[in-house]
T-cell receptor
Framework: EADIYQTPRYLVIGTGKKITLECSQTMGHDKMYWYQQDPGMELHLIHYSYGVNSTEKGDLSSESTVSRIRTEHFPLTLESARPSHTSQYLC??????????????FGPGTRLLVL | RKEVEQDPGPFNVPEGATVAFNCTYSNSASQSFFWYRQDCRKEPKLLMSVYSSGNEDGRFTAQLNRASQYISLLIRDSKLSDSATYLCVVSLTGNQFYFGTGTSLTVIP
């Protein structure tokens, strides 16, 4: 069972608010990822990190930012939430090194509704 | 063109049936391949990795055809608990992962 946690699990917030979605893992994984998934759609990569102080933007520009100050923690921040940000946000981690077949482990997700 | 394409289904099959899903990927340099399972309103969980020679895990068999750039998943003796969405996942470098939209399976009693 994966040891990766996300809070909050559900969030309803008004337009224009700043929000931070938390993600933590206790597996010592160097690589961490944020994905956005709408119902019935594929996961889209928003941001990823190869380790402390390393962050990269993914394919989907979601007007969000991330930080990686500690290996185990990879928070995602939306400076000004909009209704278009309503979605499910999934955090994942993966071990550095190993083979190409090394898989990702996902957190339970945060369901965000912006009114 | 999407990196990974899957037939979204839905597939509705009776218990005990055999069902197969296919998935195609666009980048011939892709290195790693996986099938994930995602239950409704839950996170994806790894079902199995897909190896070049094909591999089996109980009732599940995965195949990779690099020449045709497709991956398959075969489920034998379907159980009610197999009802879920099955995601095909492909990675080029082992760093970024590309997900299909998923194929929905419902196993009917």
């Amino acid at each position: 069972e994966a040891d990766i946690y996300q809070t909050p699990r559900y969030l309803v917030i008004g337009t224009g608010k700043k929000i931070t979605l938390e993600c933590s893992q206790t597996m010592g994984h160097d690589k961490m990822y944020w994905y956005q998934q709408d119902p019935g759609m594929e996961l889209h990569l928003i941001h990823y990190s190869y380790g402390v102080n390393s962050t990269e933007k993914g394919d989907l520009s979601s007007e969000s930012t991330v930080s990686r100050i500690r290996t185990e923690h990879f928070p995602l921040t939306l400076e000004s939430a909009r209704p278009s940000h309503t979605s499910q946000y999934l955090c994942a981690s993966r071990r550095q090194g190993g083979t190409y077949q090394e898989t990702q482990y996902f957190g339970p997700g945060t369901r965000l509704l912006v009114l | 063109r999407k990196e990974v394409e899957q037939d979204p289904g839905p597939f509705n099959v009776p218990e005990g049936a055999t069902v197969a899903f296919n998935c195609t990927y666009s980048n011939s340099a892709s290195q790693s391949f996986f099938w994930y399972r995602q239950d409704c309103r839950k996170e994806p969980k790894l079902l199995m990795s897909v190896y070049s020679s094909g591999n089996e895990d109980g009732r599940f068999t995965a195949q990779l055809n690099r020449a045709s750039q497709y991956i398959s998943l075969l489920i034998r003796d379907s159980k009610l608990s197999d009802s879920a969405t099955y995601l095909c996942v492909v990675s080029l470098t082992g760093n970024q992962f590309y997900f299909g939209t998923g194929t929905s399976l419902t196993v009917i009693p």
